[in-house]
């Protein structure tokens, strides 16, 4: 190495050039001498940048790691906050319960007070809007959001009905119907003395003197006495000078004649009665179904998937008819039958006596049947499904069985409920001398206790469940375990969803009751 300024070679155990007395600094990691300031030699310089450029790139691979592990537990957040509110929504989903005077509103996420009496209670589809008639009679509505309070529709209000989204209502005051939305109030009709409103709250259906009428584009229609309804409102059938028509998107169409009286209107086709007494099946064509039916004692049944009708004949005998094709039955009675909901099976108790009687099961398709079992005294379809649950007694003990397989012993008959997926909920005493009951609940085939000394509950479904004991206190119940919510409570209340006849039962309730006959 030689000096910069003098040209000597210099000694390089020494930092002194001896030609000029010029001082040099030694590199700071591997101690050679630098011609010009302090710092680093060239190949430790290399060495260093090399060393900085790797940190930099682990550094941004760091940050990039880290972002994205910050979106993933964003995104796992959301999806779980997805997952609770679509439980919610199947059914976990609000309730209210009285306790020293004070309405508590709860939905699992946030709760309200109310301190007024709270009657009528209705809940919109979606679960956002709650409505009630405070003290009676003050009409109000809730949005179900935090930090929300109840807001005055109207007073001296008598009844309601609300639209699906909550965001229209038609209530009664003093006999006039009107119809609130977006906080305005028109007025529809006055002596009005029945009313029913469409699920998307554009139409009102409403009887004003013995005569019905329906409230769309903003005025009333009125086509007969003999009218039904479809589609929302949307479509309208009535029978006119013996003809019928439908009514639909502003026109009248005729669609058959000679009409006495209509049955039903099914989406292949209508069941009628002409002026003859025969019943018909029209479908765009007219097929005669029985040549000459008793008016008077005419009885019938349609179910949701087929059209399907039970009618008697002059002689007091029962068929079964699906669109033109009859089926007679010639065992059974005529009030001592039930259908499924496919209206592909009946039921049937045959050799009654003394209260007990044989249960058939009819194949409408085939026209076969078969012994379900003996000694029955009542019995029934579980909706959505084909199974059917009975009762028969031995040994002066009643029996219930769903298909055959025991569900449980001496239960109460008008307690049994059933839901869409066709579990079935019931009470039943804890032993003879007992005057409370337990709550239970049967699913894949067996009975789970719910809960002991029952004095109500909410049923949202069959891993939902809030009761009251006669304690007074309120528990949940998950399907394996309870959890206490609160103690003393006064009343646990029923919030109902809003009926639209184009509903299946349950979109506006969870329970249907099997045995309606001992209510």
Known sequence: MYCSRFGKELDLSVSICPGCGREYAECEKCGKLLQDGEGLCEECLHKEKEKRQRKNLNDRLIKRIAALAAAVLV??????????????????????YVKNGTYHIYNFKNMWTVEEEMTDITISRDEKVLFYLANGKVFKYLYLSKGKTPKVIDENVSSYHISEKGDTAYYMKENTLYRWSKGKIDKIAENVEGFSCSRDGERVKYTQDNQEYIYTDGKPLYFSNTVFYRNDFKEIWYVKDNRLYVYEKGKNELVVENVKRIFNIHDEGVYYLDQEDRLLWYDGRVHTVF?????????????????????????????????????KMKELSSSDYAINSAGTKIIYRANSEGGFGDLVMYDVESGKSHLVDTKVIFFNFIPNTDKCIYFKTENNTITTFVDGVEVDKQIRIDSIKADAKGSIIYTKKSDSESVFLDLYIFKEDKPILVGETIADYVYFNDKAIVYKNGSKDLYFFDGKIKSKIDANVDDLLTVSHEYYPSDDFFDHDTLYSLFRLFL
């Open 75 to 96: 995104l796992l957040v959301f999806l779980l906050a997805l997952q609770i509110d679509g439980r919610k929504k199947k059914g976990q989903g609000l309730f209210i």
């Open 291 to 327: 040549e000459k039916v008793t008016d008077s004692y005419f009885m019938y049944r349609f179910e949701r998937d087929k059209p399907i009708i039970v009618y008697e004949d002059n002689s007091h005998g029962l068929h079964v008819a699906v669109k033109d094709k009859v089926h």
